[in-house]
């Protein structure tokens, strides 16, 4: 059975567990070279937090399993939140196969609160690591790939970045999160516009899976069943991103979809509802008169996770 990433070079950040973890995993199943990577942080981002388990490293345990079933993979512990170690990330995908053809942008963690106890170094270290750290790695992936495609050699690249639900909809107690996961919603749509000309493809997922973070967050909704189908395991999200991650995906690109279980939904975004122009400008009452006649011909806004 033919493989669709064989000869691919893939880097997952984030890679060490849950989602990243199967996403690593599934491509090097479809035959990609994966470099994994994950800095072996806790929940909430803090060294030293993984666990005895994970004392040898998640992003070497993954490499570990990938080379068991036969496949190829490296470890990359760095900091892909900081200009240094997202370049020394590319070069590790480099240095070791010799291109690049995928990065699965998946570094994450959650520091939840309330808005009026969110502390602003809580606010700034999920916005870091969830915003910067998708830029910062596509920056330096951009990088190489239009070097290649100026040197005549146009790559069939592609980025996937990991938006959310509550980046989309919202989320009760996760001010930050969600603003950092619309945020990369933005970033795609902007990548994907001004990348292309390089052959670069960028889309977005907003998963629902069982993560560290969601069984904490979420557990009733998150829990395994005793028998049947899982529809929260994490690997019934990965396949999606491997072939959003090949070639075979040609043509798509600054796309959104939301995937869960055994659904996937490509999301349509903001799009103009019910409007009115006066040609002329309003006055304050006539603008709340207006508005709320509007209100009553648009569609209900969507459910708000968490409440």
């Known amino acids: 059975m033919s493989q669709i990433c064989a000869g691919r ?19 090097a199943a479809e035959g990609a070279r994966v470099v994994v990577n994950d800095l072996g942080v806790g929940l909430d981002g803090v060294p030293g937090q993984a666990g005895p388990a994970d004392q040898a490293g998640p992003a070497e345990a993954v490499v570990a399993e990938i080379r068991a079933a036969g496949g190829e993979a490296v470890a990359h512990g760095g900091d892909i939140a900081t200009d ?3 370049e020394s990330l590319v070069a590790t995908a480099l240095d070791a196969y010799g291109r ?14 309330m ?18 750290g998708h830029f910062l790695p596509l920056r330096h ?12 050699r146009t790559p069939v690249a592609r980025i996937v970045n990991t938006s959310s639900g509550a980046g989309l909809l919202g989320s009760v107690g996760q001010g930050n999160y969600s603003a950092a996961k619309a945020g990369i919603v933005g970033l795609t749509l902007v990548a994907a516009a001004e990348l292309a000309r390089y052959g670069v493809q960028v889309n977005a997922i907003a998963p629902a899976a069982r993560t560290r973070m969601t069984e904490r967050v979420f557990a009733a909704t998150m829990a395994a069943p005793g028998a049947g189908f899982d529809a929260m395991a994490p690997e019934n999200v990965s396949p999606l991103v491997v072939w959003l991650g090949s070639a075979a995906s040609a043509g798509v690109t600054g796309r959104v979809f939301e995937t869960e279980g055994g659904r996937i939904t490509v999301m349509e975004g903001w799009r103009p509802g019910p409007t009115a122009d006066k040609g002329a400008r309003w006055t304050p009452a006539e603008a709340g008169e207006t508005a709320l006649k509007l209100l009553a011909e648009a569609a209900p806004p969507g459910a708000v996770y968490g409440t």
Do not use: C, P, Q, Y
Not at 14 to 21: D, I, K, S, T, V
Not at 118 to 125: C, N
């Open 9 to 27: 070079v893939v880097i997952v950040t984030g890679a060490g567990r849950g989602l990243g973890r199967a996403h690593a995993l599934g491509f």
């Open 84 to 86: 240094a170690g997202a």
């Open 100 to 113: 690049l053809d995928t990065l699965v942008n998946n570094a994450g963690f959650l520091r939840d609160r």
């Open 115 to 132: 808005l009026v106890s969110l502390a602003g170094d809580d606010w700034d270290a999920v916005m870091r690591v969830h915003l910067k």
């Open 141 to 152: 992936a951009a990088a190489h790939w239009r070097a290649e495609a100026k040197a005549g």
